[in-house]
C-alpha cells in the first residue's frame, strides 16, 4: 500500500519550485507510506510526480518508485497490490527482471499489452498515474470497485492528481472553493459520491475505469477527456442474468468456498507480518476461518470492544477465535479513546464523511498496527450476499405497498388525511410492530405518520429505496442554495428493477454508491492514517463475478440474509457461534450529543459562524439540535453530518 501525488503545469511561464512543491505535496501523504519516498521531473513537460511507499512485496530498494519500465519508455506510481501478478509475470517475455515487486509486472505488462488489456488481465486493488516518453500521455486509473482512491482535476491551468485530496492543498495555486453543488447530496447520504469531490473541478476517477491524457492536447488548452470503463458489475450482472445458469444450492456452496478459498490465499501473499480484522460477524469470521485453514501458523486477528453492550461485539470475537485457534487480540476502548478521535476524522479523510463507523474502524486499525502492517477485512459481504437489514425492510415495505396500485395511493393519502384519530392511532400502533427493525423507540405517532404519507407518494422502486438510505431529504431546507448536481456514476451504474427484480436492483445499487463511495473510503483512510494496508477478499475479480451468478433465493429467503454466506460458514464454525442479529460497528452518538459531545456541539453550531458561511440554514439545524437535546426527537442521524461538515470547514479556514 502507497500513496502517490502529481501535476502537470500548463502554464507558459515554468515555475522553479516545482521540485519544492511536489516534495511538500508528498509529505502530506507521508502515513500512506513512511518507508520510502521518490520522486520523478519531466522539467521540459513540466510533469512533477511524488511517492509514498508501504513496502509489502519485495522490501528491498529495487521495489522503489517511481518505477522504470526495463525500455525506460514509461514510468509508474502506483498504490496497491495485483493478486496475480505471478500469473501475468509468467506471460511477459524478454524481460530481465529487476525485482520481485508487482509493480514491475503491472508496468511492463502495460507497455507489452497495453493498458486496456492489462486493466482487464489483473486482479487487484489499485491506482496508479503512468506516464509515457514516447507519446507524452499520461494515464489514471483505479481498480474494479474503488478500494484506492484517486483524485484528479483541473485548477488554474494546473492538472492535478494523486492518492488524497490534502497533497493539493500543498501547491500554491490549488484554490479550496467549496463545490456547494454536492452538498446535498452529502447531507442525504453523509458521504460525497463519485465522481465528485468537496473542491470545485476536482473528481474521484470512476471505479473501474481510467483517463488518457494526450500532453500535446493539454498544452494546446484542449481538456476535453473522458474515462474510459473497462469493467463494470452492471455489464458483469448483466451478462449473468441473460445466461441465467441454474444449477443446485450445493454447487454455488461448493464453488463460492473453492473461489474464496484461492482469493483468500492470494491475499495472504506478503513479505511482512499479516493479521486480520475480526468482529465475530458473518464475513469476518469466514475470512478468518479460511485463512486459518490455509495457514501453518495461528492467523492473528483483532477486534475492540465497548464497555455499553450494545455495541459490543468483543465477547462474540473471542469466542469465534478461540475455537479456530488464532492468536487474538482483544481491546477495549474507553469513551476518551474514542471521543478524541473525533476532532482528528475531518482530517484524515480530507472532505466532510459522516459514517460514525469510521471511528472504531479506526481505533481497530491502530491497534492492528501495533501487530502487523496487513489486515484482511471481511467487507463487501453485505453488498454482494444481501446482508444489510434495509434490503429485508425494503422488501417488506415493497410488499405492502405492492397492495395499493399507483393509481389508488393518491386516495388512500386522503383517506389517512381524514381518519379519526383512534382508527389512526390503531393503525399506527401496527405499522410500528410491523416495522420495529426500522423504527427507533424514538418515534412517535406524528413521525409515523408522516412516514406513511411520504411512502404513499412513492411512485417507483428507485424512490422506494432512497426513501430508506437517505436522511435530509431533497425537500428539507437544510441548504441554503439546493443547487443540484450533474450525474452520479451511480446512475449509470445500478440494474433496475423493473427488468432485474428488487433484489439486484439494491445490491447493485450499494456496489455502485454506498460501496465505494463509504464503506472502501471509510476503511482506506482509517487504516491509511496509521500506515497499516487492508485487502478485501470479497472484492476478487473471482468472487465478484460468480456472486452476480446465485440466485437470489440462495442469498435471501424466508427473512433470512447472507443465506450462503451462513451455509458456507457453517463448514468451519458452529451455527449458534454466528446465528444472531446484525449488531453493526456503531456507537453511541445519540446519547454523547446529549453528554460527552454536547460543548462540542454547540461550538461547531455557532449561529454566528453558520449564518457567515451562508451554506446552511441556522434555524432549521437549531430546530433538531433542541428537539434531540430535549428527547422529543432523536435527530443523531440529522445532527452528525451537520456536525462533521462543521468541524471540516473550521479545520480547513472555510
Not at 40 to 58: A, T, V
Not at 274 to 292: E, H, N, P, W
Not at 318 to 323: D, F, G, M, S
Not at 528 to 537: F, K, N, Y
Amino acid at each position: 500500500m502507497c500513496g502517490f501525488c502529481g501535476f502537470i503545469d500548463l502554464n507558459k511561464q515554468k515555475n522553479n519550485n516545482s521540485s519544492e512543491i511536489i516534495r511538500g505535496m508528498n509529505n502530506a501523504i507521508c502515513h500512506r507510506g513512511p518507508d520510502d519516498e521518490g520522486y520523478f521531473s519531466d522539467n521540459e513537460h513540466q510533469l512533477f510526480l511524488g511517492h509514498r511507499r508501504l513496502s509489502i512485496l519485495d522490501l528491498s530498494k529495487s521495489g522503489s518508485q517511481p518505477f522504470f519500465s526495463q525500455s525506460g519508455r514509461m514510468i509508474i506510481v502506483f498504490n496497491g497490490e495485483i493478486y496475480n501478478y505471478q500469473e501475468i509475470k509468467k506471460e511477459i517475455k524478454g524481460i530481465d527482471w529487476k525485482s520481485t515487486s508487482d509493480t514491475e509486472v503491472l508496468l511492463e505488462s502495460i507497455e507489452q499489452l497495453g493498458i486496456k488489456k492489462t486493466l482487464e488481465k489483473i486482479d487487484g486493488m489499485f491506482s496508479f498515474a503512468l506516464w509515457d516518453q514516447k507519446t507524452k500521455k499520461l494515464y489514471l486509473a483505479r481498480d474494479r470497485v474503488g478500494e484506492k482512491p484517486l483524485f484528479y482535476g483541473f485548477i488554474n491551468n494546473i492538472l492535478f492528481f494523486g492518492s488524497e485530496l490534502k497533497s493539493f492543498l500543498k501547491h500554491p495555486m490549488f484554490e479550496k472553493k467549496i463545490n456547494i453543488s454536492i452538498l446535498k447530496k452529502y447531507f442525504s447520504h453523509g458521504y460525497i459520491p463519485t465522481p465528485f469531490s468537496i473542491y470545485d473541478n476536482i473528481f474521484k476517477l470512476s471505479p473501474g475505469s481510467y483517463i488518457e491524457y494526450d500532453y500535446y492536447k493539454l498544452r494546446d488548452h484542449d481538456f476535453t477527456f473522458k474515462e474510459i470503463q473497462y469493467w463494470s458489475y452492471k455489464a458483469v450482472a448483466e451478462n449473468s442474468f441473460e445466461n441465467n445458469e441454474q444449477h443446485s444450492e450445493k454447487y454455488y456452496i461448493d464453488k463460492l468456498d473453492f473461489i474464496l478459498n484461492e482469493s483468500i490465499k492470494k491475499q495472504m501473499i506478503s513479505d511482512v507480518p499479516l493479521g486480520a480484522f475480526l468482529s465475530g460477524g458473518i464475513d469476518s469470521s469466514l475470512v478468518t476461518a479460511i485463512m486459518q485453514k490455509n495457514s501453518n501458523i495461528p492467523v492473528k486477528t483483532f477486534t475492540i470492544g465497548f464497555k455499553n453492550q450494545s455495541f459490543n461485539e468483543a465477547p462474540f470475537a473471542k469466542e469465534i477465535a478461540n475455537y479456530l485457534g488464532t492468536d487474538h487480540t482483544e481491546h477495549y476502548c474507553s469513551i476518551n479513546d474514542t471521543i478524541d478521535v473525533i476532532p482528528k476524522l475531518t482530517d484524515m479523510y480530507d472532505e466532510p464523511f459522516a459514517d460514525s463507523s469510521q471511528i472504531p474502524t479506526y481505533l481497530l486499525s491502530k491497534i492492528t498496527r501495533k501487530n502487523v502492517t496487513v489486515s484482511l477485512s471481511g467487507d463487501a459481504g453485505d453488498e454482494l450476499f444481501f446482508g444489510y437489514t434495509r434490503y429485508a425492510v425494503g422488501l417488506k415495505i415493497r410488499k405492502y405497498l405492492n397492495i395499493i396500485p399507483a393509481s389508488m395511493r393518491g386516495i388512500v393519502l386522503k383517506l389517512v388525511d381524514n381518519t379519526p384519530d383512534f382508527l389512526l392511532k390503531s393503525l399506527l400502533d401496527i405499522l410500528m410492530k410491523i416495522f420495529s427493525t426500522l423504527i427507533s423507540n424514538n418515534h412517535n405517532h406524528e413521525s409515523v405518520l408522516k412516514r406513511l404519507k411520504d411512502l404513499l407518494m412513492i411512485s417507483n422502486d428507485l424512490e422506494l429505496y432512497m426513501s430508506i438510505i437517505t436522511t435530509w431529504k431533497e425537500k428539507d431546507d437544510l441548504l441554503i442554495y439546493n443547487n443540484s448536481t450533474e450525474k452520479l456514476f451511480v446512475d449509470d451504474n445500478f440494474l433496475p428493477s423493473e427488468k432485474y427484480g428488487f433484489q439486484k436492483f439494491i445490491s447493485s445499487y450499494d456496489v455502485s454508491s454506498y460501496l465505494n463511495d463509504d464503506i472502501l473510503v471509510k476503511v482506506d483512510r482509517a487504516a491509511m492514517a496509521v500506515s497499516l494496508e487492508t485487502r478485501v477478499p470479497f472484492l476478487s475479480k473471482e468472487v465478484i463475478e460468480f456472486s452476480t451468478k446465485i440466485p437470489d433465493r440462495f442469498k435471501f429467503k424466508n427473512g433470512k440474509k447472507k443465506l450462503i454466506l451462513q451455509k458456507l460458514l457453517a463448514r468451519y464454525l458452529p451455527k449458534e457461534m454466528y446465528s444472531r442479529p446484525k449488531m453493526g460497528f456503531g456507537l453511541p452518538i445519540n446519547d454523547w450529543l446529549k453528554s460527552e459531545l454536547k460543548d462540542w456541539s454547540y461550538d461547531l453550531l455557532n449561529e454566528k459562524t453558520i449564518k457567515e458561511q451562508g451554506i446552511l440554514n441556522y434555524n432549521v439545524v437549531l430546530q433538531k439540535f433542541n428537539d434531540h437535546q430535549n428527547n422529543i426527537r432523536s435527530n443523531e442521524y440529522y445532527l452528525w453530518p451537520i456536525l462533521i461538515f462543521q468541524q471540516w470547514m473550521k479545520n480547513n479556514n472555510q
